[in-house]
């Protein structure tokens, strides 16, 4: 298996510009992670699927931020205007729960975001 | 308080020496137990889960419990210059009858030759 993968690798944009960010999760895991990682603030998990349906969404820092998941096999997380504060590395990691026993994560590479 | 904690080091060990990481966690009715190791640039690994009080040994890795205590720790025996990253420490947590894990800030540690 290909582990979950991520594209891009890293982006640079200008403030105010969209920002889209994609992931495809490891096949037969119904569970899929955002989630953002900067220096101050640590691993902060941004929202999460259960079988393509957003299942907590408490993260999501506020409404430029949005997550899609058209199928099983992909998932869009999508900033709208992006500003310098959004710059941090960005994981997708799926998994066969949610975090009960015995499962962890698996994560992706990650996305290094950098809004200037 | 913060749902999980770790001292965020650093954490300087001889090689060949005993590693020690510690983490508190808030949320009594958690679960499941976690440790992630994430190299510099890289994106985090699993190394270790734990369910149940106690010690459970994977190789040099030994993971602890003591859910009275809302601690878990782990224990990297005769640690290698490779073993120099930085050590998640991940923690079930149910909110609003989602179920999710919350992660640490991470202990860095430095293994020195």
């Known amino acids: 298996d290909a582990g979950v993968i991520q594209s891009p690798r890293h982006e640079v944009t200008e403030m105010g510009q969209e920002v889209t960010l994609r992931c495809k999760p490891i096949s037969g895991h119904d569970y899929l992670f955002w989630y953002r990682q900067t220096m101050m603030r640590g691993l902060e998990l941004l929202i999460y699927?259960?079988?393509?349906?957003?299942?907590?969404d408490s993260g999501m820092p506020e409404d430029r931020f949005s997550a899609k998941m058209p199928n099983a096999s992909f998932s869009t997380l999508k900033i709208q205007p992006s500003e310098p504060r959004d710059s941090a590395v960005y994981f997708c990691?799926?998994?066969?729960?949610?975090?009960?026993?015995?499962?962890?994560?698996?994560f992706g590479s990650g996305t290094r975001l950098t809004v200037v | 308080q913060k749902e999980v904690e770790q001292n965020s080091g650093p954490l300087s060990v001889p090689e060949g020496a005993i590693a020690s990481l510690n983490c508190t966690y808030s949320d009594r009715g958690s679960q499941s137990f976690f440790w992630y190791r994430q190299y510099s640039g890289k994106s985090p690994e699993l190394i270790m889960s734990?369910?149940?009080?106690g010690d459970k040994e994977d190789g040099r890795f030994t993971a602890q419990l003591n859910k009275a205590s809302q601690y878990v720790s782990l224990l990297i025996r005769d640690s290698q210059p490779s073993d120099s990253a930085t050590y998640l420490c991940?923690?079930?947590?149910?909110?609003?009858?989602?179920?999710?894990?919350?992660f640490g800030q991470g202990t860095r540690l430095t293994i020195n030759p």
């Open positions: 699927f259960n079988n393509n349906v957003p299942i907590d």
């Open positions: 734990i369910y149940s009080n």
């Open positions: 990691a799926s998994s066969l729960g949610p975090g009960g026993p015995p499962y962890g994560y698996t």
């Open positions: 991940a923690v079930n947590s149910r909110s609003q009858g989602a179920q999710k894990l919350v």
